[in-house]
């Protein structure tokens, strides 16, 4: 049975850091690459970033460059999300998803062929 279990988001201050985890089970996550998407209110969802299934590239949304770092690790079939320097802005609930199309590569934002979605995780970033 796949399963996608998310874990770590929460509340944080503006400044503060979070760490999301996505295990996965049911499927070799180790021939997917992944992806963190998220979806505030009212607005659409957003491509976060992504990682190639050998973990070489990687692919960041421009207002989390420099602040998240995606990572996986496949002998745990799960993948990171770290959020530092975190801002209201940052406040959604956060997806992770594997797709098998992007080959070698990562398809940030790409959400069409991704394969398998997580449930979700808020994070509320507020003082």
């Known amino acids: 049975q796949l399963q996608f279990v998310e874990s770590g988001g929460g509340l944080a201050q503006p400044g503060g850091s979070l760490r999301l985890s996505c295990a996965t089970s049911?499927?070799?996550?180790?021939?997917?690459?992944a992806g963190w998407f998220r979806q505030a209110p009212g607005k659409g969802r957003e491509g976060v970033s992504c990682?190639?299934?050998?973990?070489?590239?990687?692919d960041y949304a421009d207002p989390v460059k420099g602040r998240f770092t995606i990572s996986r690790d496949d002998a745990k079939n799960t993948v990171y999300l770290q959020m530092d320097s975190l801002r209201p802005e940052d406040t959604a609930v956060y997806y992770c998803?594997?797709?098998?199309?992007?080959?070698?590569?990562?398809?940030?934002?790409?959400?069409?062929?991704?394969?398998?979605w997580g449930q979700g995780t808020q994070v509320t970033v507020s003082s």
């Open positions: 998803a594997a797709t098998f199309a992007a080959g070698d590569a990562c398809l940030r934002g790409q959400t069409l062929f991704y394969d398998y």
């Open positions: 049911g499927f070799s996550l180790d021939l997917y690459a």
């Open positions: 990682i190639s299934r050998d973990g070489n590239r990687t």
